[in-house]
């Protein structure tokens, strides 16, 4: 991935490499705030909120109580759609 982003951006493989990390760590602490990240015509990264419910585990056939939680939610943009 980094020999593509280098060779697209004029970049050295370092240079790229982070590039890329700095992006992947500024949109992770985008989203562990909550925050919404938009990258135009790539998609949005968003933070979701599941809530409580009651699930059966599989092997045993007894119902447990799955906690809440909240989940990362990317939705495609135009540009990536198929």
Same mark, same amino acid.
């Given at each position: 991935?980094? @020999? =593509?982003? %280098?060779?697209? *951006?004029? #970049?050295?493989?370092?240079? @790229? =490499?982070? %590039?890329?990390? *700095?992006? #992947?760590?500024?949109?992770?602490a985008a989203v562990k705030a909550g925050d919404k990240?938009?990258?135009?015509?790539?998609?949005?990264?968003?933070?979701?909120?599941?809530?409580?419910?009651?699930?059966?585990?599989?092997s045993t056939k007894k119902p447990i109580d799955i906690p809440a939680?909240?989940?990362?939610?990317?939705?495609?943009?135009?540009?990536?759609?198929?």
């Open positions: 991935m980094t @020999a =593509k982003i %280098a060779e697209g *951006a004029g #970049l050295t493989k370092v240079d @790229a =490499k982070k %590039a890329l990390d *700095a992006t #992947l760590d500024a949109i992770t990240v938009a990258l135009i015509g790539f998609g949005t990264f968003s933070v979701a909120k599941r809530p409580a419910r009651k699930g059966i585990n599989p939680k909240s989940v990362v939610k990317f939705k495609a943009g135009a540009d990536l759609a198929l």
